[in-house]
C-alpha cells in the first residue's frame, strides 16, 4: 500500500504558474507509475500526466503547459503548471499505480483545489 499526501493548490490567474506536490509513503522507486488526474465539477476524472521512471506522457490539453517531475531522494512527484486557464479549475489528485499479480492496484490522495481565475 503507499499513503499520498498532496499540497501545493490554490488560486492561479490566468497565464499565471502553480506547483503542486505529491509525496508518497513508500519509495517511488517501488512504484510502477505517478500520476496527476483532476476531475472538475460534473465532469469525469481525466489524466493530467503520468511518470514511469523511464517516461512521461501528458494530455494534449496540457502539452506545453504542464510538467510533471520526480525527486526519488524525497518520494515526491511534482506537477508544474504553466500559462494557466480557467478551464484548468478542478480538484487534482495524485495517484500511484502499483503492479500487483492481478494487474495494478490505484492509490490515491485527498486531492487539492487548483481554481484559476481573475
Known amino acids: 500500500q503507499v499513503q499520498l499526501v498532496e499540497s501545493g493548490g490554490g488560486l492561479g490567474q490566468p497565464g499565471g504558474s502553480l506547483r503542486l506536490a505529491c509525496v508518497a509513503s513508500r519509495s517511488i522507486c517501488t512504484i510502477y507509475a505517478m500520476g496527476w488526474y483532476r476531475q472538475a465539477p460534473g465532469k469525469q476524472r481525466e489524466l493530467v500526466a503520468q511518470?514511469?521512471?523511464?517516461?512521461?506522457n501528458a494530455a494534449d490539453s496540457v502539452k506545453g503547459r504542464f510538467t510533471i517531475s520526480r525527486d526519488n531522494a524525497k518520494n515526491a512527484v511534482y506537477l508544474q503548471m504553466n500559462s494557466l486557464k480557467p478551464e484548468d479549475t478542478a480538484v487534482y489528485y495524485c495517484?500511484?499505480?502499483?503492479?500487483?499479480?492481478?494487474?495494478?492496484?490505484?492509490?490515491w490522495g485527498q486531492g487539492t483545489q487548483v481554481t484559476v481565475s481573475s
Open positions: 511518470i514511469t521512471s523511464d517516461k512521461t
Open positions: 495517484n500511484a499505480r502499483l503492479l500487483v499479480a492481478a494487474g495494478t492496484n490505484d492509490y
